[in-house]
């Protein structure tokens, strides 16, 4: 049986996006972010929602309209569509469950 906090990246430098599965118009990815951030002027602009939920560590994440999120262990977030943002810090071994759906 698969396990979430199993068989993390060997490479830490850069966020990892891992998909869990698909189907029709639904997406659920893991992430593992180590101390990353989004570079500097890009943004995330998704053409679906996204529903995120830290199931480890903490994140941050800035909208482009200024509002700026902090999310710990267990705390979750819809993303609207279109919604541009960023995040802006995470701490070490940070794994999010993230659900792109229409």
Partial sequence: MPNIFQKLPDNIKVEHFETITTG????IERIVSNENTTKEGEWYDQSQREWVIVV???????????????????????????????????DPNTIWLAVQCD
């Fill in 24 to 27: 029709q118009n639904v997406r």
């Fill in 56 to 90: 480890e560590g903490s994140g941050s994440i800035e909208f482009e309209e200024g509002r700026s999120v902090t999310l710990n262990k267990g705390d979750h977030l819809l993303i609207k569509k279109q919604e541009c943002r960023r995040v802006t810090c995470t």
